[in-house]
């Protein structure tokens, strides 16, 4: 049996993929009142473009090259790569906010040769999720606040993760009335965070029902609710997915109660990290075993021990929102620490099944 390549030249993008990730985790943490050695401003200011451009644009957009499979598509992750350095060095916003834009304008132009091959719903919802990342991008170069462009990123990620949710559903199509569904559902989503642009309040009210229509709509047609039946990865896979939609919902359930707090309030907190956290990080939790290995072209073999970040990602992300919602600073304080070692152990636990992984090809 021949071995596959390992996709080598790949490792650098995801490297600094993950600088950003880890930069943006002590940034996080420290404007959790956390203290850290060498912990600079600029991963404190830029935690959350760190995060939802440096990181996970990174893991997006090579996921997509390696999907569309041609050299020049390449050139989307290495200018999301670089946005997230400029931010972490601590380059003037210009820089990381351009590299950012000109990423998620090449992620579009990605999306737009899948749709020109074949107009799919799921590709449209992802083409989607790359323009809310554009727009974002645009905004915040143009000179906006980060809480006024979190919706756009926030869109980017939800978007991009439906729209993949999508894709695997077809295996068992949703039918025509859950097509309609889910297209008056996304439209609900995106016209809320169009309107945040206008009137905050009205706007993330109703991206909070949009949130709360796609979480019903996922939790009745995606496949996960069948494979949860099933023994190891798929189940695994299953149950981080199901455990994020109820985030998802709860999610919006808040938006819909508090409207658009101003940033730096408990609220504001309340508005993103069940959304950020409890279904964006569990989904990559879930897809990492099938992502990485169509990535660097190795096996990562699933262990029991999945569960383990898992479980403390939603027990810390509980502690955290309870502490946002009754105003205890410590339950806040030490659940934004634990969400962090969760990843942290996930991330560890990943390169632990990948050099496992190794060995057993032997
Ligand atoms: C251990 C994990 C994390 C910690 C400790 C953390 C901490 C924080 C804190 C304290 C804030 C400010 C909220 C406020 O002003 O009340 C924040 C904002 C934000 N976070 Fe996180 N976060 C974490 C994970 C994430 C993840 C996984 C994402 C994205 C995928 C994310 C994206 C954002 C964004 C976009 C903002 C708004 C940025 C701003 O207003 O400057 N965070 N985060």
């Known amino acids: 049996m021949t071995t596959p390549p390992l996709h080598w030249r790949r490792l650098p993008l995801l490297a600094l993929g993950m600088a950003s990730l880890l930069a943006a985790l002590a940034g996080g943490l420290a404007r959790l009142h956390w203290r850290f050695p060498l912990v600079t401003g600029s991963w404190i200011t830029y935690h959350g473009p760190l995060m ?7 893991v997006i957009a090579l996921e997509r090259a390696v999907a569309v ?38 992620l579009a132009a990605l999306y737009a040769t899948l749709l020109a091959r074949r107009l799919t719903t ?31 990123w926030l869109a980017f990620l939800l978007l991009t993760i439906v729209g993949e949710r999508l894709e695997l559903s077809r295996f068992r199509p949703p039918g025509r009335l859950g097509e309609r569904l889910f297209l008056a559902a996304a439209g ?40 949860v039946r099933q023994h190891g990865l798929p189940r695994f896979v299953a149950v981080c997915l199901l455990s994020g939609y109820l985030w998802l919902a709860l999610g919006g359930c808040l938006a819909l109660a508090v ?18 956290l409890g279904f964006v990080m569990a989904m990559i939790f879930g897809h990492a075993p099938i992502i990485f290995p169509a990535i660097l072209g190795r096996p990562l ?10 479980a ?7 502690a955290r929102i309870a502490g946002d919602l009754t105003g205890l600073l410590p339950a806040r304080g030490w659940g934004g620490l634990f969400n962090a070692v969760a990843i942290l152990l996930f991330l560890l636990s990943t390169v632990a099944a990948i050099v496992a992984g190794e060995r057993l090809r032997g």
Do not use: K
């Not at 946005?83 to 590299?99: D, I, M, Q």
């Not at 206008?198 to 939790?219: K, T």
């Not at 730096?264 to 907190?269: I, R, V």
């Not at 403390?312 to 509980?318: E, G, I, R």
């Open 301 to 310: 073999p699933f262990f029991p021990r999945f569960y383990l970040h898992l």
């Open 312 to 318: 403390l990602l939603h027990l810390s992300l509980a």
């Open 259 to 276: 409207g658009a707090p101003p940033g730096g309030d408990l609220p504001y907190d309340l508005l993103l990290h069940p959304i950020l």
């Open 188 to 227: 609900l989503y995106l016209a809320g965070t169009a309107l945040t642009v206008v009137q905050p309040g009205a706007g993330w009210r109703l991206l909070g029902v949009g949130e709360v229509a796609l979480a019903a709509w996922l939790g009745r047609y995606d496949i996960a609710r069948y494979t």
């Open 122 to 152: 799921h590709t449209a919802t992802m083409a989607l999720g790359a323009a809310c990342w554009l727009a974002g991008n645009l905004l915040w170069l143009a000179g906006w606040e980060i809480p006024t462009v979190a919706p756009w």
């Open 52 to 58: 939802a451009g440096g990181f996970l644009g990174t």
């Open 69 to 106: 499979g041609r050299r020049p598509a390449f050139l989307v992750p290495v200018l999301a790569a670089a946005g997230g350095l400029a931010l972490l060095v601590g380059l003037p916003r210009l820089f990381g906010a351009t590299l950012l834009a000109l990423a998620a304008a090449g």
